[in-house]
């Protein structure tokens, strides 16, 4: 009975720190949707000013009508999701051969596919421009997706998760007559599902924020991606901050649904540490 | 072979060598679906990745301004790199960094992870706020965190309800670096709860009642169970980070330009400034070359340890 | 949720073969430009109008973020899919014009007689900053100067008469400092002058005009080896110092970690004096105007002043074929035909003579100031190493002031630097 009391002060104390912890994370992150709502002489007001004295709902209006947003929103959203759905797919597919099963050269492969993250994009960006000119994606989503659409990241992260699913499962489908395709795809993806839930919001956010690459393949208004947008906001002696702050907080909304949609995939179940005390 | 976790898989096809009489052509069989299976990543790999970087080295050896055709030079822009002493510094300020990043990344992105898997009133939420973080665009978080320290800013402001005094973290060598740091923990931390969120979720959740009818404690349980299950998502968090840390740029850039004095330079930053800013192509890519087998050191060393650390 | 994923792939990819070049059966010209809003809703509006004055040439206008638009140019140009003219800030004309990016303008084109009818039509030196070898490689559009912008009320406060009492000299400067400057024990609470240097090129654009003004350059007339370690270049590093570690008149930890906007600084009252560009009247708008004012650039010796002077320019693309060129040079043409239109919609004047007997103009607030200061400008160092010498003159600055290091030592360390960088082709 004691004991019981005990674990739960502990449990409240420890969802209390919780939350403290959150708001402090947050503090950056209110500030931004804080600054929206200001003036740009209020930005700079020091000492800083938490709340706008009076909110300027036309901060939104105005930012997003400064550029033709729509077509930025609309473009970032079909990258990323396009990026997204590359990685999930042969991210996983790849990580698959990676992790279950055995041919030669396989840790070489892994590691060279691995060793890719090594480089800044900086040094590669040269050389992948004339790749992507000789394909002739040079302003197109093509040339936006494709280059991004496989990803050592998302391998290395699925090959982690799929080591763990225990074999008897493949080796029952096997048994059952299943295909080694099929196995992958009835089997093993419905069973990562936290792993790809993970590796949706992560690339997802990663892809809907790529900056350099767009800025360097693209040239067209029509082709422009949302943080090219943001960017604009600030020229060479001037910048219009509040307008900026606006313009990204409405940039966020995307990724705060997806996170949303996915949570309950990478969450779902593991109560059991909490409720058998 | 398979690091850091228990080989199974390896044992399969030679279990079935022994069951059946065309078990070679079976082997050879799972063998190809293996490879078919690695093999569309692979494709793209060779054409976006290993081919620029095999260019980016072999620039290396290479005197390259970007608009004149590139001259051999030998080893003559490592050596350039090692005369300049500000690439040295460059070093030493990206080790700090990915190092100071990386670190506390490790073990408060477990602790954030096993706390947001707590049941609690309004989890959902708590998971969102601190998701939040990583939403942000790279941009803006440069920006807001620069507002944030300034001397007069919202962190000396919170500081100084403690009673601590003014802190210069922008414009002292001392508390520059520390101040780009903590961005970075700020930010990486959730990125890598959310992978182990995920990892968590691999845990079968039987072993944890058996655990506890067994009278394990919740330590115990962690210990015993969470902790080793973990191991392929721990390598993975160690790796990434690590990696992600060694690669930052955007918050120099946008918020000390490297300095005071070089203090915040990182290693990216010097190689973007020498490639883009200076023209020396070339010498840019010998430094990344460099960065590239530190890199791959690191990695290496730790598949050594956490393999080493499962037996 | 995967397969929602794989629906939406395929969807996009065929999306991708969506947008193509659009069949021009007339000459179609690229511009690009970097971000500097209000400025690119006039070039916008410029090309709108060029569209409706002639039907031979399209002009298609790209704006590019400000940070990287350089990056972008200089890959463009690299791999051969550059536009056709670009927009240049001048400190890289000499790498620009140095890895051949731009071609040389023909002043006839232009529609000057040559070379020297068109140069008597500009400021005195005006078009040096775009010139190699006596070519012109890029037609300036928004100029500027730095002038010292002051808040009157702070000089009524302390008593003095901002009408007259302004600082001419930096001694001067240092001395009204002394009155304006505000502390709370020993904690400086507002900055009588602030010396803007958080970034490289702040740092270059208000220290290199003292060193000029005390006989000292940053290279030598070959532009191969440092000088700024001279006598000149200390005595100019030294009083640059004395506002912050003699005087305590100015806070440098504050200059190298403010805002993103430095000038706010000075609109918010935070700082009394402030070096800074003809944009920042815009940018502070009238009501903040009402408290400032913008004087000329303090000097060492009034009667020999020397500014600072910088700005955009056009610049055409040498890859392309000889008409396509001639279309550029009659697009620039028609854009700076409205000099009056360039200061209303952008703040920045264009800096050709008899710019102020425009009728119109001299209502602009303190457009005489800074005409008068982009009169005795000069440009930044030109050389096509002028990032890496800005970035050492930065560290060198910072050695000073935040950590005392002896203005000579520092230079001396500074010009190694910059001769190393030089030393390297």
Not at chain 3, 349 to 375: A, C, T, W
């Amino acid at each position: 009975m004691n004991a019981k009391t005990r674990s739960r002060v502990l449990g409240w104390v420890v969802t209390l720190l919780t939350v403290a912890g959150a708001a402090f994370v947050l503090l950056p992150y209110f500030w931004m949707v804080s600054s929206s709502f200001k003036t740009q002489d209020a930005i700079f007001r020091l000492p800083l000013e938490w709340m706008p004295r009076e909110p300027r709902w036309q901060n939104y209006p105005s930012a997003l009508g400064r550029f033709p947003f729509g077509v930025y929103f609309f473009n970032s959203t079909v990258m990323a999701l396009a990026v997204m759905a590359g990685n999930l797919f042969f991210g996983s597919l790849a990580a698959y051969g990676l992790a279950k099963f055995r041919f030669p050269l396989r840790e070489l492969c892994f590691r060279a596919m691995l060793s890719t993250l090594m480089l800044p994009l900086e040094i590669l960006l040269v050389p992948t421009f004339l790749v992507v000119r000789q394909l002739g994606l040079l302003d197109s989503y093509g040339g936006l997706i494709v280059p991004l659409a496989v990803d050592a990241f998302g391998i290395f992260l699925m090959r982690q998760y799929i080591t763990d699913l225990p074999d008897s499962l493949i080796e029952a489908a096997r048994l059952d007559g299943c295909t080694e395709f099929g196995i992958y795809w009835r089997i093993v993806l419905p069973n990562c599902r936290p792993a790809l839930a993970a590796l949706a919001v992560l690339s997802f956010r990663e892809n809907w924020d790529q900056f350099l690459w767009p800025l360097v393949i693209i040239s067209k208004e029509a082709l422009k991606t949302f943080p090219l947008g943001l960017a604009q906001f600030e020229g060479f002696h001037s910048a219009s901050y509040h307008e900026m702050m606006a313009a990204a907080a409405v940039g966020m909304i995307p990724m705060i649904l997806l996170f949303l949609l996915f949570q309950r995939a990478f969450v779902r179940g593991l109560t059991l540490t909490g409720l058998k005390e | 072979m398979s690091n850091g976790l228990p080989s199974v898989p390896v044992s399969l096809p030679q279990a079935r060598t022994a069951a059946r009489p065309f078990s070679l052509t079976y082997a050879n069989r799972l063998r190809v679906a293996g490879f078919l299976f690695v093999l569309p990543a692979l494709l793209h790999f060779a054409l976006f990745k290993f081919y620029p970087m095999a260019q980016a080295l072999l620039l290396s050896f290479f005197r390259y301004d970007l608009t004149s055709s590139p001259e051999f030079t030998g080893l003559g822009n490592y050596r350039a790199l090692y005369e300049n002493p500000l690439f040295h510094q460059a070093l030493g300020v990206s080790a700090k960094y990915t190092l100071g990043v990386a670190i506390p990344e490790w073990f408060l992105a477990l602790g954030l992870a096993l706390l947001l898997n707590r049941a609690m009133p309004g989890r959902g939420l708590i998971r969102l706020a601190y998701f939040l973080p990583i939403a942000m665009s790279q941009i803006v978080v440069a920006l807001v965190w620069k507002f944030l320290y300034h001397p007069h800013g919202l962190v000396n402001g919170l500081l100084a309800t403690v009673g601590i005094g003014r802190i210069n973290w922008l414009s002292e060598e001392a508390t520059a670096l520390p101040a780009l740091i903590a961005i970075g923990v700020w930010r990486g931390v959730p990125l890598f709860a959310v992978v182990y969120l995920a990892g968590l979720q691999a845990i079968p959740r039987d072993y944890y009642e058996a655990a506890s009818m067994d009278g394990a404690g919740p330590w115990q349980r962690f210990r015993w169970i969470t902790l080793p299950l973990l191991r392929p998502t721990m390598l993975f968090v160690m790796v990434m980070s690590l990696l992600m840390a060694m690669k930052v740029f955007t918050n120099p850039l946008v918020m000390t330009e490297g300095g005071p004095n070089g203090s915040t330079r990182v290693l990216p930053y010097f190689i973007y400034e020498t490639g883009f800013a200076f023209f020396r192509m070339g010498e840019a890519a010998a430094a990344s070359s460099i960065l590239f087998g530190l890199a791959l050191l690191f990695t290496l060393v730790q598949f050594r340890l956490l393999r080493r650390g499962l037996a | 949720m995967w397969r929602i994923g794989l629906v939406l792939a395929l969807l996009v990819g065929g999306l991708a073969s969506g947008p193509g070049p659009a069949g021009a059966q007339s000459m179609k010209l690229t511009w690009w430009e970097h971000a500097n809003p209000p400025h690119n809703e006039y070039s916008k509006e410029l090309v709108a109008r060029y569209h409706r004055a002639q039907s031979k040439v399209a002009v298609s206008y790209e704006v590019f973020p400000m940070t990287p638009y350089f990056k972008k140019v200089t890959v463009a140009m690299s791999t051969k899919t550059g536009p056709d003219m670009f927009t240049v800030m001048d400190p890289l004309m000499p790498t620009f014009i140095e890895k051949k990016m731009m071609a040389p303008l023909d002043p006839r084109s232009l529609g000057h007689a040559s070379m020297d009818d068109m140069k008597s039509k500009y400021l005195p030196g005006a078009l040096d900053g775009y010139m190699a070898e006596g070519k012109l490689y890029a037609l300036p559009i928004v100029s500027g100067t730095m002038s010292l912008f002051l808040n009157k009320r702070h000089f009524e406060e302390a008593g003095l008469d901002p009408d007259k009492d302004y600082p001419q000299t930096w001694d001067q400067l240092a001395r009204i400092g002394k009155k304006l400057v505000k502390f709370e024990g020993d904690k400086m609470v507002r900055e009588a002058f602030d010396f803007a240097m958080h970034s490289s090129s702040w740092t270059m654009s208000q220290f290199e005009p003292i060193l000029r003004q005390f006989g000292g350059s940053t290279l030598d007339p070959t532009g191969r080896r440092c000088t700024v370690n001279s006598e000149a270049g200390v005595k100019a590093m030294r009083l640059r110092a004395s506002f912050a570690l003699e005087y305590k008149i100015s806070d440098p930890t504050v200059s190298v970690a403010t805002h993103p906007l430095p000038a706010e600084d000075l609109a918010q009252g935070r700082v009394s004096m402030f070096i800074t560009h003809p944009g920042s009247v815009a940018q502070f708008g009238p009501e903040k105007m009402k408290d400032l004012k913008v004087v000329p650039l303090p000097q060492v010796d009034p009667k020999k002043p020397v500014t600072h002077f910088y700005g955009f320019a056009l610049a055409v693309n040498p890859d392309i074929p000889a008409d396509r060129q001639k279309a550029a040079h009659e697009l620039m043409r028609f854009l700076v035909l409205n000099p009056k239109e360039w200061l209303e919609h952008t703040a920045y004047p264009l800096p050709i003579k008899g710019f102020l007997e425009i009728p119109g103009v001299r209502s602009h607030p303190y457009i005489d100031v800074f005409i008068q200061d982009m009169s005795t400008g000069r440009f930044v160092t030109r050389s096509p190493k002028f990032t890496e010498i800005a970035d050492a003159m930065h560290r060198a600055m910072e050695r000073v002031v935040l950590n005392r290091v002896d203005p000579k030592r520092s230079l001396d360390q500074a010009c190694q630097e910059i001769d190393l960088a030089l030393s390297k082709p």
